[in-house]
DNA sequence: CGAGTAATTGATCGCTGTCAACCATGGTGG
DNA sequence: CCACCATGGTTGACAGCGATCAATTACTCG
């Protein structure tokens, strides 16, 4: 699933601007001065799935861009329980700038590839590179947006609820989601880019109650299951129904 | 409870300096060029508690600081569900940057004063002032923080760790809320700043259960109920245990 | 002091987590 | 090629937490 993308050396203008999400997130609107800072301190890396990018409690050295895959927030309890408290598709930023520690472990949900640099020199170009820091000011806006939106689908929706969101979701984001070769949506077709326990942990319940509402979606003939990891959307406004709350926050957040 | 802060006119860069936010929050470092231009552009008010500063699905026009008292920030689903996705202190910044729409109400959880600035124009404060970019920045990272490390108690801890969450909150957040005459910490007593269903709805519960785990922590010699908004603190160590997760996610973020 | 609201307490029910068994799939090695 | 195993997903039985409805008590404010 990761492309065989060289690790260029510093200097190398040109891996930035091949990068496919070049453009986008932090690296948007960025001048040949900015992309040419951004090249210096960054570096190509490929991760396979479950590998972890950080760990919850590390020293939070590094930041970076998810370029091909998904990529895991996740925070671990003492005794076992998880919570993903959020997803990462190619164009997005994960890394927590000024601060020492990681509260959160950074995974890798497929295989993937990723853009890393030092949370330091990410810092210092964010101070000495306007246009980074107001990227990054959007971003984080658009983050926190869509952080709360989560807060209330954990916080008051049952579980059909959080699974009719969660295909909603796939269906909306399909768009940014096809910057990368992966197949998520293909006409009326969702593809989930992560295992059951995952999703499973990003909702907020466990695999099994997941895989039931998933089956009574496909009783009431919203969904049809292809296999386990393809669906094909038979009642889109239904669907959106089942899913409660008003569609608007499905609206992926702007960047 | 609310102070009587007299409305300055624009330019009366006096305000800003007497304000008990002003060095904090957006406003921190702020040199005389930055002070002025927020003091141009801010202004004072007054809300009593229950009013509604902006209304989810409305233009969202305005910004700006709590300066006293608590407001919530909340998302009301169609059929009556309320989720409140984060509680706004003193020196808290409130609103949606870059976008027009509010997707959350702004209400006031108590009397309170607040300063409001006009969306656009601290837009461009933003853009020409460096500092508060930069201060905006560090302010969305932590609560974006914050905002994930309450995704895991949403998501993923039972009523009784949720209320004990809540209680350790108040207990360590309370250094923050001196910065205003509120009494949330005297020694070891924690006020509750916001009634029961506004608690409920932050924790993700329901008045009933909420006041259940209160009586239970009561049982447990954990809390003493001194009134039904005030609660002295007796064995923090076994408080901060019923909290599950890590006291480290009390760390208020940092500005 | 009375009315209205807020908070507590009680009884009941259903959703969902837990534990367990079963099934499907894919990779491995004999 | 197939038996074997590991992993991931589904299905079933059951119990417990917490929501709901209802009733009572406490508080606040004219």
Redesign the interface.
Request: aromatic share 8%; charged share 30%; with cysteine.
């Given at each position: 699933m990761t492309h065989p993308i060289r690790t260029a050396s510093a200097g190398d203008m040109a891996r930035c601007e091949r990068c496919n999400v070049h453009n986008r997130g932090i690296c948007g609107h960025a001048n040949d001065s900015v992309l040419n800072e951004l090249n210096h301190i960054s570096r190509i890396r490929s991760c396979s799935a479950g590998e972890t990018i950080l760990a919850q409690g590390d020293d939070a050295g590094i930041v970076g861009n998810v370029i091909d895959g998904v990529l895991k927030?996740t925070?671990s309890?003492?005794?076992g329980?998880?919570?993903i408290?959020?997803l990462l598709f190619p164009t997005d930023f994960f890394g927590?700038?000024?601060?020492n520690?990681a509260?959160?472990s950074i995974e890798a949900a497929t295989d993937a590839t990723i853009c890393v640099m030092k949370r330091e020199a990410f810092e210092h170009a964010?101070?000495h590179h306007?246009a980074i820091?107001?990227n990054?000011?959007?971003q984080?806006?658009?983050?926190?947006?869509s952080?709360?939106?989560?807060?209330?689908l954990?916080?008051?929706q049952n579980t059909l609820e959080k699974v009719s969101s969660f295909f909603a979701l796939l269906l909306l984001r399909a768009d940014k989601l096809c910057v990368s070769s992966l197949p998520y949506k293909q006409g009326v077709v969702v593809a989930f880019p992560i295992n059951r326990h995952d999703i499973a942990a990003y909702?907020?319940t466990t695999v099994e109650t997941l895989s039931r509402q998933i089956q009574y979606l496909s009783r009431q003939k919203v969904i049809k299951i292809l296999d386990g990891k393809h669906f094909e959307i038979l009642d889109e406004d239904r669907l959106l129904e089942f899913a409660?709350?008003?569609r608007?926050?499905l609206h992926p957040a702007?960047s």
């Open positions: 927030i925070k309890l003492p005794d329980r998880e919570q408290v959020g927590r700038i000024y601060s520690i509260d959160f964010i101070e306007n820091e107001h990054m000011l959007i984080l806006s658009s983050e926190l947006e952080a709360r939106e989560w807060m209330v954990l916080g008051c909702l907020g409660g709350q008003d608007e926050f702007k």
